[in-house]
């Protein structure tokens, strides 16, 4: 068992039972988004979101626990990632942030610093020195090689649709070709690649570079070999995501759902092609748990999902039983937490432990493998700990007999019977989930004023299987409206709510979900609130960032299709007239992922049948709001507005 030091810090940490927090704490960004510490244990790098909702990374001494540098890149620029190449050397990957609930677009930038903020270079894309015109992702560290990296790289202007690979200096920026794959990049993604111990690149998917279409896994023997196709997978027929190869290089592991309708962890034999389950789940994805050493992984030794809670099992037969029995006996010290080794010294001695939930801050701590004592390093919002009201899981059927899960998040110190709800979809809306891992605030801000928050993982949802996810393609306004609604009319059955007092509220595909409930239902809902969302369907192939590639518009297609029954009989700016509830509309002028003039139609809609709205919009906000201030004045008058609805709850 781990010693009890961890128990001691919960005793000395601050408690306030019970105590209300203000609009203003939870519009603070987290202290800290994620910690790792350096192969030799000197130094613990940390990246933190900044006022302007950019990130930047921040270099700590462990002796005294000093901020010894720190690294803050301008304008719309943001670190996508960090790790350390060697003992005393960062390399960070950049991405642009247009929104907070939108996903960061990488640049293809690679930029390497030393842990005292020295020798600051950029190493790839058009700032660096040798000012070239592609966009590179990481595809090894090379733990054995201190002064090199493996990347890919593309071009952002050619339409070739090769992949280069490159052996980089982290120093000097300096780059060794090592070979080239047939397959297309796509802008703002990674290539998924997977090398051998000596950095070679041998296994890679992507895009057929003459159908878009299809994924293809390549793989060769040798740098100079060519390149075998392994397997071929149509869009929405199935995936395989590599991870890692066996210790002989005969096999990879992947996530995959080309034989099962949730993603499995599945094994390839490179010589018979032959594809073998490994583990799964019937109703949810699930994703590996890895032991690994010097920075590598090394074995697959258990699985995590999530359905009625934060799930994991160990595999019996595996190497690494020290591993194994140590990462479980952490997951014991934090029941009902997300547990994970952010990263270890290269001898695995010390840990960056992290332990999170919708209940829970972020929390990182630092355990001791040889004394097996975990002990308290940073806490993401130590001004949120302990006092969050509190969020489960809730589970209950769709008209049509579907099983579903949402997620309940209740006012504190209040019983849950007959209470106003709001109803509060996620974004997305594919490929996403509301879970139980993670804090969101909007739900936990309207619970603190007293509302029940009921965020339902409608079909079309990620998680839970590739069946699951497709079968709300084409149905944004009609399946997957009544999945949510289904949940709220089992919450009124239980007696949780009052059916009298009922809002919708959500942000990008949630806030077009908002409002179509509302039409879909106009006589159960009494308010809603759009923000940042949809409101014309076939406006989002014309405006927007999503059409501006081949790619985007394809998915586009898979999402909604181009029949009128989908753009016009599913899109909210033409069916107002059916619309009772009052409505708030809430947006960002540089919104690149649903632009302004979806909102501005929405306005203008309503306004021409003198429907009750509200209108804000914010100059330097994109896709969801980042400035503390903004959130604090889009939550204040978003309980004003609910309040009126449906009834004055607590207010701070």
């Not at 070679?200 to 040798?222: A, K, M, Y």
């Not at 106003?420 to 989930?433: D, F, N, Q, S, T």
């Not at 969302?533 to 059409?547: C, R």
Request: some cysteine; charged content about 20%; glycine content about 6%.
């Amino acid at each position: 068992m781990l010693k009890r030091t961890i128990l001691a810090l919960w005793l000395l940490w601050p408690l306030v039972l019970a105590a209300e927090i203000s609009i203003a704490d939870y519009a603070k960004h987290n202290q800290f988004i994620e910690v790792k510490i350096s192969p030799t244990g000197q130094y613990l790098a940390a990246t933190n979101r900044v006022e302007d909702g950019t990130i930047q990374i921040v270099v700590i001494d462990r002796k005294d626990m000093k901020v010894i540098s720190q690294r803050h890149f301008s304008g719309a620029d943001s670190i996508a990632s960090f790790d350390w190449a060697n003992k005393n050397r960062l390399i960070l990957t950049l991405a642009r942030e247009f929104g907070a609930l939108e996903a960061p677009m990488y640049t293809g930038e690679i930029f390497a610093v030393d842990a005292n903020g020295k020798k600051e270079v950029m190493l790839t894309g058009y700032r660096s020195r040798a000012k070239d015109t592609t966009a590179s992702s990481i595809v090894d560290f090379m733990p054995e090689d201190k002064n090199h990296i493996m990347i890919a790289s593309w071009s952002w202007f050619s339409k070739e649709p090769h992949v280069e690979f490159y052996r980089l200096n982290i120093i000097s920026g300096r780059k060794f070709r090592a070979g080239t794959a047939p397959i297309r990049a796509i802008k703002g993604t990674m290539v998924r690649a997977l090398a051998e111990k000596d950095g070679f690149v041998s296994l890679v998917v992507g895009i057929d570079p003459t159908d878009i279409s299809q994924n293809v896994l390549l793989h060769r023997t040798e740098s100079n070999s060519n390149w075998r196709e392994i397997k071929r997978y149509s869009r929405n027929k199935g995936d395989f995501i590599p991870l890692t190869f066996s210790a002989d290089n005969k096999k990879v592991y992947g996530i995959s759902d080309t034989n099962s309708s949730t993603q499995s962890i599945s094994v390839i034999d490179l010589d018979s092609l032959q594809e073998t389950i490994l583990a799964t789940h019937p109703k949810v994805d699930i994703r590996p748990i890895f032991s690994f050493r010097n920075g590598k992984t090394t074995e697959i030794i258990g699985t995590r999902y999530e359905y009625d809670a934060i799930n994991s099992q160990y595999f019996q037969d595996v190497n690494d039983t020290k591993f194994s029995s140590q990462l479980q006996g952490l997951e014991a010290a934090f029941p009902g937490q997300l547990v994970q080794i952010n990263s270890a010294t290269a001898d695995n001695s010390l840990m960056v432990v992290s332990a999170r939930s919708a209940n829970n801050t972020p929390t990182f701590y630092l355990y001791d493998t040889k004394n097996n004592k975990v002990s308290f390093l940073l806490t993401a919002a130590p001004w949120l700990e302990n006092k969050l009201p509190e969020t489960q899981i809730v589970h209950y059927k769709a008209r049509d007999g579907q099983e579903l899960q949402g997620l309940l998040t209740l006012p504190k110190n209040t019983a849950a019977k007959n209470l106003p709800l709001i109803m509060l979809p996620h974004g997305g809306p594919h490929g996403i989930r509301d879970s139980i891992a993670y804090i969101d605030k909007d739900a936990k801000v309207l619970a603190e004023h007293g509302y029940a928050v009921f965020q339902p993982n409608f079909r079309g949802s990620g998680g839970f299987g590739r069946d699951f996810l497709t079968s709300g393609y084409q149905k944004w306004g009609t399946l997957m409206i009544d999945d949510m609604t289904d949940g709220v009319m089992q919450l009124i059955t239980d007696g949780i709510v009052d059916k009298q007092r009922i809002c919708s509220y959500g942000g990008s595909y949630g806030g077009y979900a908002a409002l179509m409930s509302a039409i879909r239902e106009p006589d159960l809902y009494q308010c809603v609130i759009n923000f940042v969302g949809v409101t014309d369907l076939a406006l989002m192939f014309k405006e927007g960032d999503i059409p501006t590639s081949n790619m985007g518009t394809s998915v586009l297609e898979d999402y909604l299709g181009r029949s009128d029954d989908v753009l016009v009989k599913q899109s909210p700016i033409h069916n107002l007239d059916k619309l009772k509830a009052p409505v708030f509309i809430i947006h960002g002028a540089l919104d690149q992922r649903v632009p302004l003039s979806h909102a501005e139609k929405l306005r203008d809609g309503l306004q021409q049948r003198n429907h009750p709205m509200e209108w804000l919009v914010k100059a330097t906000e994109g896709h969801g709001f980042y400035k503390p201030e903004n959130n604090i004045e889009r939550w204040q008058k978003m309980l004003a507005f609910i309040d009126k609805y449906i009834g004055k709850a607590n207010s701070i």
